[in-house]
């Protein structure tokens, strides 16, 4: 009986043995979570998951997040591995990724990571980091670049301020998915879409659109200067058309050229100043009188659905600019209420964890009534806004005095809209025969109404996609010129929001599902941590010890009281 019985011991060892290497080896093979957050923040949108199984070739990823970083930035890095693990799993394999440091030097060359970084738009951030030989600084690139059949793509994976910050933090690591599938999605693109940059009414061209042009556009698409009023037609080649900032007046016969693009389906973003308010004016004259530009765009976009107010908008959630003490060289930051720093409202895909957009003289902006439009707030005030009408005297003495809060009751003034629908025609029952015919000769013919459902964004700041300048070179947009080197220095989300805008009237992927996921914080109660400090580490450290010592005293206690009988 005791042969067999051992005999039975020594085979049921075996077995589990087996088991557990059968198991071992059927996981390495198949990798299956069950995700149970709120949020689903461990489950890959279907429209992700098409893209990885198309990829026919390998896709290496390299992630600048390596060393001795911040648990925020560890935990970044940890999640961005864990993400493209995933991928590769979905792309059979496909999905290469490796974890380095920025300071590396590029295999067969001398130039370091770094250096490639920052010629591709990624803008460090500068940590001051405490060592014995005193305060030096760090500088760390949350950044990673994909690679695909050799062409190469930045992706900057924390697009926060240049500090750090567990809101932004989050957030980035909500929009890791996004960020890497839209990379793969656009290096795997043969061709990228052509947009159209309207050059014709005064739009600037110069040092101060470097970043955007750069770094936004050059970067994602294919980028074409288009003069309107020579073009006898906006092609339906061009994806989008922008126009930025215009000081010119618009023409009739501009007018028809944009209206019949938007009918056959041409998606167009409208930054517009409605005002003349620059800040070179203010500077030399220390005031400015803000008067309309008379652009002539307002039946235009009335027709679709918004009017830009001539007003200015100012708010006590604003950007600092310097002012002048003792009329000298002396100098204190004040804040700057024609500076507005609007707060994303979170309701799109478009401004989705995005940051604070800063705005410079910007327009207000009602909605109007427009049959079958659909409008969506993309930029508001804050609870304390006001708006002053034109003609406006603008002056640096303004902030000697600190602004009466009572002023400012105005709350939630909208400065930039989605508009969603079937565009209506301006000029229905408006051109001749002579125009019809004319329009007809190039193939295509005159529309009253769009041929299936349209989109457009306007915002009533021509300023929110430049750049400033510092020493004649451009500096990252986003970031006040004024505030650079200082305590004040801050990198606002403008290029984020812009980029945003962008990629909802381009981009075909069908990305707005991973776009639009969404991490709760949740965050320990600081005060509640501190009083149960001692209970929790004794719950944690000291009671499992003491539990397996009295676990082992009864384990012992009950064997000799067994085996004494």
């Given at each position: 009986?005791?042969?067999?019985?051992?005999?039975?011991?020594?085979?049921?060892?075996?077995?589990?043995?087996?088991?557990?290497?059968?198991?071992?080896?059927?996981?390495?093979?198949?990798?299956?979570?069950?995700?149970?957050?709120?949020?689903?923040?461990?489950?890959?949108?279907?429209?992700?998951?098409?893209?990885?199984?198309?990829?026919?070739?390998?896709?290496?990823?390299?992630?600048?997040?390596?060393?001795?970083?911040?648990?925020?930035?560890?935990?970044?890095?940890?999640?961005?591995?864990?993400?493209?693990?995933?991928?590769?799993?979905?792309?059979?394999?496909?999905?290469?990724?490796?974890?380095?440091?920025?300071?590396?030097?590029?295999?067969?060359?001398?130039?370091?990571?770094?250096?490639?970084?920052?010629?591709?738009?990624?803008?460090?951030?500068?940590?001051?980091?405490?060592?014995?030989?005193?305060?030096?600084?760090?500088?760390?690139?949350?950044?990673?670049?994909?690679?695909?059949?050799?062409?190469?793509?930045?992706?900057?994976?924390?697009?926060?301020?240049?500090?750090?910050?567990?809101?932004?933090?989050?957030?980035?690591?909500?929009?890791?998915?996004?960020?890497?599938?839209?990379?793969?999605?656009?290096?795997?693109?043969?061709?990228?879409?052509?947009?159209?940059?309207?050059?014709?009414?005064?739009?600037?061209?110069?040092?101060?659109?470097?970043?955007?042009?750069?770094?936004?556009?050059?970067?994602?698409?294919?980028?074409?200067?288009?003069?309107?009023?020579?073009?006898?037609?906006?092609?339906?080649?061009?994806?989008?058309?922008?126009?930025?900032?215009?000081?010119?007046?618009?023409?009739?016969?501009?007018?028809?050229?944009?209206?019949?693009?938007?009918?056959?389906?041409?998606?167009?973003?409208?930054?517009?100043?409605?005002?003349?308010?620059?800040?070179?004016?203010?500077?030399?004259?220390?005031?400015?009188?803000?008067?309309?530009?008379?652009?002539?765009?307002?039946?235009?976009?009335?027709?679709?659905?918004?009017?830009?107010?001539?007003?200015?908008?100012?708010?006590?959630?604003?950007?600092?600019?310097?002012?002048?003490?003792?009329?000298?060289?002396?100098?204190?930051?004040?804040?700057?209420?024609?500076?507005?720093?609007?707060?994303?409202?979170?309701?799109?895909?478009?401004?989705?964890?995005?940051?604070?957009?800063?705005?410079?003289?910007?327009?207000?902006?009602?909605?109007?009534?427009?049959?079958?439009?659909?409008?969506?707030?993309?930029?508001?005030?804050?609870?304390?806004?006001?708006?002053?009408?034109?003609?406006?005297?603008?002056?640096?003495?303004?902030?000697?005095?600190?602004?009466?809060?009572?002023?400012?009751?105005?709350?939630?003034?909208?400065?930039?809209?989605?508009?969603?629908?079937?565009?209506?025609?301006?000029?229905?029952?408006?051109?001749?025969?002579?125009?019809?015919?004319?329009?007809?000769?190039?193939?295509?013919?005159?529309?009253?109404?769009?041929?299936?459902?349209?989109?457009?964004?306007?915002?009533?700041?021509?300023?929110?996609?430049?750049?400033?300048?510092?020493?004649?070179?451009?500096?990252?947009?986003?970031?006040n010129s004024y505030t650079l080197q200082t305590q004040y220095e801050y990198q606002f989300s403008n290029k984020e929001f812009v980029e945003d805008c962008l990629e909802y009237l381009v981009n075909n992927a069908g990305l707005s599902e991973a776009r639009a996921k969404d991490y709760t914080l949740r965050?320990?109660?600081?005060?509640?941590?501190?009083?149960?400090?001692?209970?929790?580490?004794?719950?944690?450290?000291?009671?499992?010890?003491?539990?397996?010592?009295?676990?082992?005293?009864?384990?012992?206690?009950?064997?000799?009281?067994?085996?004494?009988?």
């Amino acid at each position: 009986m005791k042969t067999f019985s051992n005999k039975n011991k020594k085979w049921g060892w075996v077995v589990v043995l087996a088991l557990i290497i059968a198991v071992n080896l059927f996981a390495s093979f198949v990798h299956r979570r069950i995700d149970l957050t709120n949020e689903k923040r461990f489950t890959i949108s279907s429209p992700v998951k098409k893209i990885l199984h198309n990829l026919n070739e390998v896709v290496d990823v390299q992630i600048f997040l390596k060393g001795d970083l911040p648990s925020g930035f560890k935990k970044l890095s940890v999640s961005a591995q864990d993400l493209l693990q995933e991928f590769k799993e979905y792309s059979n394999g496909n999905v290469h990724y490796k974890v380095i440091s920025a300071d590396d030097k590029i295999p067969g060359s001398e130039r370091t990571y770094a250096d490639t970084l920052s010629s591709l738009g990624i803008v460090p951030i500068n940590l001051k980091v405490q060592l014995k030989s005193g305060e030096q600084s760090q500088y760390v690139y949350p950044a990673a670049l994909v690679n695909y059949k050799n062409k190469i793509l930045a992706v900057n994976l924390y697009s926060g301020p240049r500090a750090i910050d567990n809101k932004e933090l989050n957030s980035a690591d909500a929009l890791l998915e996004y960020k890497f599938a839209d990379a793969i999605y656009k290096v795997m693109e043969d061709h990228k879409p052509l947009i159209a940059y309207s050059v014709g009414n005064g739009e600037p061209t110069g040092v101060n659109t470097y970043d955007f042009v750069e770094n936004v556009l050059k970067k994602n698409y294919t980028l074409f200067m288009m003069n309107i009023q020579k073009e006898p037609l906006i092609p339906d080649t061009f994806s989008l058309l922008l126009i930025v900032k215009p000081t010119i007046s618009f023409s009739e016969d501009e007018k028809l050229k944009i209206d019949q693009y938007i009918m056959r389906g041409g998606k167009v973003i409208w930054f517009v100043d409605r005002l003349e308010a620059e800040m070179d004016s203010l500077q030399m004259k220390n005031q400015v009188v803000a008067y309309d530009r008379n652009l002539n765009l307002e039946d235009l976009l009335f027709k679709y659905g918004v009017r830009i107010n001539p007003d200015l908008l100012m708010d006590l959630q604003c950007d600092f600019l310097p002012f002048s003490v003792n009329g000298n060289d002396q100098f204190e930051f004040l804040h700057w209420n024609y500076f507005p720093l609007f707060e994303s409202k979170q309701n799109s895909v478009i401004n989705k964890n995005v940051g604070l957009v800063a705005g410079r003289f910007v327009n207000s902006i009602d909605t109007v009534s427009s049959a079958g439009i659909k409008k969506t707030i993309l930029l508001s005030s804050s609870l304390n806004a006001r708006t002053i009408e034109t003609p406006a005297l603008i002056s640096g003495e303004e902030n000697r005095n600190a602004p009466e809060d009572d002023a400012f009751k105005k709350n939630d003034v909208p400065a930039a809209v989605l508009l969603e629908g079937k565009f209506n025609s301006l000029y229905k029952n408006r051109v001749g025969q002579s125009v019809m015919d004319s329009l007809g000769g190039y193939g295509t013919p005159f529309l009253t109404q769009c041929l299936s459902d349209n989109k457009m964004i306007v915002v009533a700041d021509g300023d929110i996609v430049l750049n400033g300048v510092a020493k004649g070179q451009p500096i990252p947009m986003g970031v006040n010129s004024y505030t650079l080197q200082t305590q004040y220095e801050y990198q606002f989300s403008n290029k984020e929001f812009v980029e945003d805008c962008l990629e909802y009237l381009v981009n075909n992927a069908g990305l707005s599902e991973a776009r639009a996921k969404d991490y709760t914080l949740r965050l320990l109660d600081s005060k509640k941590t501190s009083d149960e400090k001692t209970k929790w580490q004794f719950v944690n450290l000291v009671l499992p010890v003491v539990l397996v010592i009295l676990f082992g005293i009864t384990y012992q206690w009950w064997r000799r009281k067994k085996y004494r009988a």
